[in-house]
């Protein structure tokens, strides 16, 4: 009798594990689904980053963080001494729309999943830009390194970013004044 017994809740449980995952795979269909249909549904239209916080964490232990990286042709060595939060954030951004002029407190890595995004970095005299596509990454150096990015196309701007040395209870972006080396923007 207590094998009979056994095997009914193991088959119970089979059925609430089935229909978990069942649940679970419908979820995931309609997300991708709605991924699919609204690809130009985008954020931000203006101002600074209006993006979705994915995760926000502090280091466990002390962390210092040293990233060199090239960025509008200029090699970078970006050094954070333990480093404050780190926060993940999707930013979206539709055609025809600009993040603003900002930096931020550490070094971030970017990676545009999808359209494309012209960055624009103050100190380029030339206000020439630099354009990244789906699947690329760069790292922006942040630290006051001053920079907008732009959507010039004509599908919206996914960007996943990973930003370094954030201060407890800050947003990612600080605001920054546009710069007379890119008028107009």
């Known amino acids: 009798m207590l094998s009979t017994r056994l095997n009914i809740q193991s088959t119970s449980q089979r059925r609430a594990l ?4 069942g649940l679970a795979v419908v979820a995931l269909a309609a997300i991708l689904a709605w991924g699919l249909v609204v690809p130009n549904l985008v954020h931000a239209n ?3 980053p209006h993006g ?9 232990e002390a962390t210092d963080v040293k990233i060199k990286s090239t960025l509008g042709g200029e090699s ?19 055609p025809g729309a600009q993040t603003g002029w900002h930096s931020h407190h550490g ?7 999808a359209g494309t995004m012209t960055l624009y970095q103050a100190d380029d005299p030339s206000c020439s830009g ?4 789906v699947g690329e ?12 990015a732009r959507n010039e196309g004509t599908d919206g701007v996914s960007l996943y970013a990973t930003y370094f040395d954030v201060p407890v209870g800050l947003g990612p972006a600080i605001p920054a004044a546009n710069p007379s080396t890119c008028s107009g923007f």
């Open 130 to 133: 630099e354009t990244f596509t």
């Open 76 to 94: 970078r060595v970006m050094n954070v001494k333990d480093s404050a939060q780190v926060i993940v954030q999707n930013v979206t951004v539709e």
């Open 18 to 21: 089935k229909f978990g995952i």
């Open 137 to 148: 990454a760069f790292v922006d150096p942040g630290q006051g390194n001053t920079h907008n």
């Open 52 to 60: 979705t916080i994915l995760a926000r964490g502090s280091f466990a």
């Open 107 to 113: 070094p971030v890595v970017v990676v545009v999943a």
């Open 46 to 48: 203006h101002g600074l």
